[in-house]
């Protein structure tokens, strides 16, 4: 099964933006549909946003206008780019592939959005 490496969280003050990445253990030509989850502090990961293999993308509501999906094929790797960011936002944050999602989930990348 494929792997995927997180990285890029951090702490950044409300309105700032940031960047994420996935780096994933194979060829993600292979993956039809994978996304970004996150997990608030005591609560079940929800999918945050997603990316199919032809491109088309979809997000929860609340992040709608503010973040972007992509995926490098030829780095194998997937970026969250987070503009306008809440502390509503503050949540570890991970990859894997949607519809389900595989049983290796990384160790995700914390985002804390605070002053």
């Known amino acids: 099964q494929v792997q995927f490496v997180e990285s890029g969280g951090g702490l950044v003050q409300p309105g700032g933006s940031l960047r994420i990445s996935c780096a994933a253990s194979?060829?993600?030509?292979?993956?039809?549909?994978m996304g970004w989850y996150r997990q608030f502090l005591g609560k079940k990961r929800e999918l945050v946003a997603g990316?199919?293999?032809?491109?088309?993308?979809h997000y929860v509501d609340s992040v709608k206008g503010r973040f972007t999906i992509s995926r490098d094929r030829i780095k194998n790797t997937m970026y969250l780019q987070m503009n306008n960011l809440k502390p509503g936002d503050t949540a570890a944050y991970y990859c894997?592939?949607?519809?389900?999602?595989?049983?290796?989930w990384g160790q995700g990348t914390q985002v804390t959005v605070s002053s």
């Open positions: 894997n592939t949607v519809g389900p999602p595989s049983d290796n």
């Open positions: 194979e060829s993600i030509d292979r993956i039809i549909h």
């Open positions: 990316i199919v293999d032809n491109g088309r993308t």
